[in-house]
Nanobody, 120 residues
Framework: QVQLVESGGGLVQAGGSLRLFCAASGSNFSINDMYWYRQTPGKQRELVAGTTRGGGTNSTDSVKGRFTITRDNAKNTVYLQINTLKPEDTGVYYC??????????????WGQGTQVTVSS
């Protein structure tokens, strides 16, 4: 079993920056892909950015240039650097981690979310 704990959210003025953290813990686990999702008011949860164990990254077009995802495999931690925050970035940000089992199955884990609020 893997537990994900996010942190780093908060209240920030438009134009500011935040760095979100997500640490994975547990026993006998290996995380493959890690993702950040967000759920903004009135909308469905959306994928924001992802990273592979090998360090490959991708992000949705709407946040390219402002959001940067990185990870530290040794610490089982993924980060999301958010710059030039906009009020529409307000929402709950969730960490998702995918583990591949020895049988080739995928197990998905979710954190509890961290709130980001951007004031105009």
């Amino acid at each position: 079993q893997v537990q994900l704990v996010e942190s780093g959210g908060g209240l920030v003025q438009a134009g500011g920056s935040l760095r979100l953290f997500c640490a994975a813990s547990g026993s006998n686990f290996s995380i493959n892909d890690m993702y950040w999702y967000r759920q903004t008011p009135g909308k469905q949860r959306e994928l924001v950015a992802g990273t592979t164990r090998g360090g490959g990254t991708n992000s949705t077009d709407s946040v390219k240039g402002r959001f940067t995802i990185t990870r530290d495999n040794a610490k089982n931690t993924v980060y999301l650097q958010i710059n030039t925050l906009k009020p529409e970035d307000t929402g709950v940000y969730y960490c998702n981690a995918v583990s591949i089992t020895s049988m080739g199955g995928r197990i998905s884990y979710w954190g509890q979310g961290t709130q980001v609020t951007v004031s105009s």
